[in-house]
């Protein structure tokens, strides 16, 4: 069951009803929506890091889950959560909400679209992108990790007997897998009401608060009901900042996501849908997962048995996926 490692903090007996949640579940935005999609992946990568692989079963499954990834959704999601993590920098929020009230909407909206650059521009545009920067590595680091255990993993298979056994048709493996990655994957339910609830905001605050480690790391289950006080408890201690380089080649990625945080501020997508959907798109970090989804399915090809499918695994499906990530900073 997805999630069920990753996302969330435990329900207590003080968590709104139900119903309470129910009002906020349908609404919870363009944004939010696609940012659940990253949670629910990043939930797959707690639940593969959490123990072996137990067999042929257990390794296709993984295969599909890593290795179908939609790009389109995948990039579309690291993208909105960046900008939400982003959009928690006060000083930013408050710039953007300045120049919203003074130009208006419709100017505010055009300089976005005109210059992608525009919103970093503004004060506090540069926090927030490091602050984003920052979360972003925590993330990467345990992608990296997941990928490692799963080559190791890869090795020791070499000499046990369902490891060994030879496939009987890889090339078919490998096109199933660029078919299912055509299509829009589920997103757990568990993740998506937890982006559409009420205290989202605590956790997002939390991730940026400075830790050395990922929020993935700190929770354990989601709950889109669980109160405020019990979130908050998760907060990581303060760590001394640090400057992230952007690599040039993903300058644009890191304007987009200062930009889509700007929009997130204002809540653009009640009443310009079209240029928040706009935003989110990032063709380099769509490019990169689209490639190492071609470079597994090559790999997938060549493999003859299923030691070599974990390690198609790990090295494409899931490490170099997750460098389409970390690749903006160098």
Known sequence: M?????????????ALPLAAFAQTSSNGGIVRGAAAAYADYQGQVSDIRAKPLGGADQLDKALDTFGAQNAGQLSNGWISYSAMVAAQNKEFASSVRDIDSFYGRDRVLTGMRNDVAY????????????????????????????????????????????????????????????????????????????????????????????????????????TASAPAAAIA????????????????????????????????????????????????????TYDCIDWSQLQLQACVSAAYTRADLSFCLAQHAIGDAGQCFAGVTR
């Not at 997805?2 to 435990?10: E, G, N, P, Q, V």
């Not at 040039?248 to 890191?254: S, W």
């Open 2 to 14: 997805r999630l069920k490692t990753s996302l969330l903090i435990c329900a207590i007996s003080t």
């Open 119 to 222: 919103a970093r521009s503004l004060k506090g545009g540069e926090s927030a992108l490091q602050t984003a920067l920052a979360v972003n590595s925590q993330d990467s680091s345990r992608i990296s990790s997941a990928a490692a255990f799963v080559k190791e993993q890869a090795y020791k298979l070499q000499d046990i007997a369902w490891g060994k056994v030879r496939l009987k048709d890889a090339g078919g493996t490998a096109n199933k897998l660029k078919i299912d990655a055509k299509a829009t994957r589920p997103i757990a339910e568990t993740a998506q009401k937890f982006f559409a609830g009420p205290d989202l905001n605590v956790v997002l605050a939390s991730a940026s608060n400075g830790s050395e480690t990922s929020v993935w790391d700190k929770v354990s289950l989601i």
């Open 233 to 284: 408890s998760i907060a990581p201690s303060t760590a001394a900042p640090q400057t992230y380089r952007v690599d040039p080649k993903r300058e644009g990625t890191a304007d987009r996501i200062v930009t889509l945080a700007a929009m997130h501020v204002l809540d653009a997508e009640k009443g310009n849908a079209d240029d928040v959907k706009a935003a989110m798109k990032d063709k380099p």
